[in-house]
């Protein structure tokens, strides 16, 4: 964790690559595996720490992308995640969850792993709340990363998720920090949702929390696949 959090300097941070995974090979390879799809289970929630009262955006309209305004705990638990990957360095979204340990992030698998059996990344740390370079929260460094096995092993994106554990900072957990977000497993499909992250490329620069909105809709790359999205104009850096 120490070494993690000693390797990131301004200008390493400045410097990193949004992570943009979307390539003609990845694709025909999503296409390959999309028969190894994840089992229906028993929709289910867990709730999150410290809730804040605050205005949200509401449920009017889809918005395809743009800055987030509406407050609430989203714009302290989500932030940008910052490692490295094949030497890289590259930058991802992620946001505390809720869990027993209190120090839980969840990202995008390939934040985590490369996937095809290429190991973990690197140097992970998280920076809730980021803005404009500064981290309000401090910098939590990864204490272990793991990701579903079939995104891992055969780089299946049906299985694209991703778990990070974090060390504390002075002496605080990350939930104890800054709350954590509630967390739903299989949940029903084509809901009214929201997407948060922090977008590094053009026509974003990663310095601030964006947004999008809309009914999520089933994949439109790849039919066979159980993935799903919305529309939205955030570009690499939003993963996670």
């Known amino acids: 964790q120490r070494n993690a959090l000693n390797y990131w300097t301004p200008e390493r941070m400045q410097n990193a690559k949004s992570l943009d995974i979307i390539t003609a090979k990845q694709d025909v390879n999503l296409s390959k595996q999309s028969n190894l799809k994840p089992e229906k289970g028993t929709p ?3 709730k999150g720490q410290k809730p804040i009262s605050t205005t949200l955006v509401t449920k009017s309209k889809a918005n395809p992308g743009g800055k987030y305004t509406g407050g609430g705990l989203v714009t302290k638990t989500t932030g940008v995640a910052f490692f490295t990957q094949a030497g890289l360095n590259y930058r991802c979204s ?3 969850v809720a869990s027993g340990n209190e120090s839980m992030l969840l990202t995008a698998g390939h934040c985590v792993s490369e996937g095809d059996n290429t190991g973990y990344s690197t140097n992970f740390v998280f920076m809730p709340g980021y803005d404009h370079g500064y981290a309000p929260y401090g910098m939590f460094a990864a204490t272990s990363l793991s990701a579903l096995k079939s995104w891992t092993e055969k780089g299946n994106y049906n299985f694209d998720v991703g778990f990070v554990k974090v060390g504390k900072v002075e002496n605080k957990t990350l939930a104890d920090t800054v709350g ?4 739903g497993f299989n949940q029903e499909r084509e809901q009214f949702m929201y997407s948060f992250g922090y977008p590094a490329s053009f026509p974003y620069d990663g310095s601030e929390l ?5 009914k999520v809709v089933n994949d439109s790359v790849d039919p066979l696949s159980t993935t799903h ?3 939205c104009n955030m570009t690499g850096g939003s993963s996670g």
């Open 210 to 214: 964006d947004y999008c909105s809309g």
């Open 180 to 183: 954590s977000q509630s967390i």
């Open 94 to 96: 992620a946001s505390s």
């Open 229 to 231: 999205g919305m529309v």
């Open 44 to 46: 289910e929630v867990f």
